[in-house]
């Protein structure tokens, strides 16, 4: 027995993950090309258009919101779908999202057991580093329907959300046995705060360090994301390619279609 996952990429980091025939949707982002937001230290704006508006979207059962203070994971149109939804996110995330009583902010690695859609899930938050100062979470989805590997370990998907690679998360599969990683790539890069007129930091994995998560996890199948569209990032789809055939994982690799279901697992 394994979760069965069909990925329909938007945009970003905007994806429906159908598991087990229930709709996740990741990190809300809507806004057409040419959007911008001035966030002082940065402009950021989108080039192209989300392969589905928002009245094309299936229903949705739930909301994994990797986080909500940054334009780019969850937009003014995104925030329609938080209302009446269970959304897991952080804990900053649940208090700036109120009141909203579907909304659950997660410490990481804490768990929740839940029931979406009639189906029972497990939800793990996984930790992150993404910009200083600005919390943010990966997920863990798993179930009792999800069965076992063959390492005795249950089996999982996971969904990395905006992160650098750090060694804590080589700890997960010590855990579970992750089917399908859902990983925010693009190699971003933004001013720091701190020090605005220094070097740019690194806020997201390249192909490299995305392979080395891979490689850590003992995963089944690497899914790129978040990737395109945006000027702070750095590593876009031919890179990303040419990285992971240098890291020899390039058959272990299920590329997205823009609006188009995708069967993973």
Same mark, same amino acid.
């Given at each position: 027995?394994?979760?069965?996952?069909?990925?329909?990429?938007?945009?970003?980091?905007?994806?429906?993950?159908?598991?087990?025939?229930?709709?996740?949707?990741?990190?809300? /982002?809507?806004?057409?090309?040419?959007?911008?937001?001035?966030?002082?230290?940065?402009?950021?704006?989108?080039?192209?258009?989300?392969?589905?508006?928002?009245?094309?979207?299936?229903?949705?059962?739930?909301?994994?919101?990797?986080?909500?203070?940054?334009?780019?994971?969850?937009?003014?149109?995104? %925030?329609?779908?938080?209302?009446? %939804?269970?959304? /897991?996110?952080?804990?900053?995330?649940?208090?700036?999202?109120?009141?909203?009583?579907?909304?659950?902010?997660?410490?990481?690695?804490?768990?929740?057991?839940?029931?979406?859609?009639?189906?029972?899930? !497990?939800?793990?938050?996984?930790?992150? !580093?993404?910009?200083?100062?600005?919390?943010?979470?990966?997920?863990?989805?798993?179930?009792?329907?999800?069965?076992?590997?063959?390492?005795?370990?249950?089996?999982?998907?996971?969904?990395?959300?905006?992160?650098?690679?750090?060694?804590?998360?080589?700890?997960?599969?010590?855990?579970?046995?992750?089917?399908?990683?859902?990983?925010?790539?693009?190699?971003?890069?933004?001013?720091?705060?701190?020090?605005?007129?220094?070097?740019?930091?690194?806020?997201?994995?390249?192909?490299?360090?995305?392979? !080395?998560?891979?490689?850590?996890?003992?995963?089944?199948?690497?899914?790129?994301?978040?990737?395109?569209?945006?000027?702070?990032?750095?590593? /876009?789809?031919?890179?990303? %390619?040419?990285?992971?055939?240098?890291?020899?994982?390039?058959?272990?690799?299920?590329?997205?279609?823009?609006?188009?279901?995708?069967?993973?697992?």
């Amino acid at each position: 027995m394994a979760p069965t996952l069909n990925v329909t990429h938007i945009g970003t980091a905007t994806a429906i993950l159908q598991i087990n025939g229930v709709n996740f949707l990741t990190d809300p /982002f809507f806004s057409p090309a040419g959007t911008f937001w001035d966030r002082g230290v940065i402009v950021l704006e989108v080039t192209e258009d989300p392969a589905l508006r928002l009245n094309q979207l299936p229903v949705i059962d739930a909301v994994l919101l990797s986080h909500e203070d940054h334009p780019d994971n969850l937009d003014e149109l995104g %925030r329609q779908l938080l209302d009446g %939804r269970r959304v /897991f996110t952080t804990v900053d995330g649940a208090k700036n999202l109120g009141p909203r009583p579907a909304v659950h902010g997660m410490q990481p690695w804490e768990e929740i057991e839940t029931i979406i859609a009639g189906k029972k899930f !497990k939800i793990i938050a996984t930790p992150t !580093k993404h910009v200083p100062g600005d919390e943010c979470t990966g997920f863990i989805i798993t179930g009792e329907d999800f069965g076992l590997h063959e390492d005795g370990l249950p089996n999982a998907i996971y969904f990395t959300g905006d992160t650098v690679y750090i060694e804590e998360l080589d700890s997960i599969a010590d855990r579970y046995h992750i089917c399908a990683a859902v990983m925010n790539l693009g190699n971003a890069h933004a001013p720091n705060v701190k020090d605005p007129n220094g070097p740019l930091m690194q806020i997201t994995m390249g192909g490299k360090d995305g392979a !080395k998560l891979f490689r850590a996890l003992k995963a089944d199948v690497l899914i790129p994301m978040h990737y395109e569209s945006w000027g702070h990032f750095t590593q /876009f789809g031919t890179e990303l %390619r040419q990285a992971f055939e240098d890291e020899g994982i390039s058959d272990k690799i299920c590329w997205l279609k823009g609006g188009e279901e995708v069967s993973v697992l």
